[in-house]
């Protein structure tokens, strides 16, 4: 009898994830055979927890704070991706425990922005980026290999949004945080990925003036789905998207190495993990 495959979420704190609800729904809309539960690891036990995760019958895992880097260098193998954007948010595990790194952040992102802007092109103008942490690594990359001509990257610390564009090069400006609401004609893309506007963070300021009126505007929080810079957006007349679909797309690609079938993103799915 083949053993029912494993997959979970690996986290400190992890009983915030989103995850298990998504992956159940998919896996109970499929009729597949296969659990998917939260994982509490503390930074001392990942290396240990890794190595006895096959042993278990787990065919996979994602990663969230704190420990997307560390699961990186702890693989014994790791996507291009992975390694441009150093960090692994889905890790896969062969028939001999050998443990393979992925990072679907940027993946999420892009296919979230395809589903709900379909019209949106990333190589037709220059993207504004808000912050400089492993999301926003993410992003760029997947922004840069989707042809987007000009990344303009803004972070409260301006030391980590310079050390960005030095690594990744030319395309990468750095734009001071106080002059973020400046010169907004010609942006096709403005992304915040702070936590500025989170339920219980403090506001993002964000003059949202003289963009064009097809300019997208998106936001990678989803607590609130609404948020205050996409309230404005939408009052505005600009296009919007919610950060919702970044999770749920980002999961994709982990769900089918897992359990062999390629999940749909649908309504139904964002009700369900939404809770309605």
């Known amino acids: 009898m083949s053993k029912i495959p494993l997959a979970g979420v690996i986290g400190c704190p992890v009983g915030h994830s989103r995850s298990p609800l998504l992956h159940g729904t998919w896996l109970r809309q499929y009729g597949i055979a296969g659990h ?53 948010n889905t890790l896969s595990f062969d028939a001999d425990g050998r443990c393979h790194a992925d990072n679907t952040d940027g993946y999420g992102f892009m296919a979230n922005l395809a589903q709900n802007a379909p019209d949106w092109r990333p190589n037709a103008a220059p993207a504004l980026l808000l912050g400089a942490g492993g999301a926003a690594r993410a992003i760029i990359v997947a922004l840069l290999d989707a042809g987007c001509p000009e990344i303009r990257l803004s972070n409260r610390t301006p030391a980590r949004a310079e050390a960005l564009a030095t690594e990744f090069g030319p395309r990468l400006r750095v734009v001071e945080w106080a002059a ?58 600009l296009r919007m998207v919610d950060g919702l679909g970044m999770l749920l797309h980002q999961a994709v690609p982990g769900f089918e190495r897992w359990f062999g079938q390629r999940p749909d993103v649908t309504q139904g799915l964002r009700a369900a993990v939404l809770g309605q």
Do not use: C, W
């Open 180 to 237: 973020r609401g400046r010169d907004l004609g010609d942006l096709g893309l403005l992304v915040n990925t702070t936590s500025l506007g989170m339920a219980g963070q403090p506001a993002l300021e964000m003059p949202l003036a003289g963009m064009a009126s097809d300019a997208l505007v998106t936001d990678i929080v989803y607590t609130p789905l609404k948020t205050d810079l996409l309230a404005r957006a939408e009052m505005q007349g």
């Open 36 to 88: 998917y539960m939260p994982l509490h690891v503390e930074g001392a036990d990942l290396t240990d927890v890794l190595r006895a995760l096959p042993r278990m019958g787990f065919v996979g895992a994602n990663v969230t704070i704190p420990h997307k880097e560390a699961a990186l260098a702890l693989a014994d193998s790791a996507s291009d991706v992975a390694k441009q954007i150093g960090a692994a």
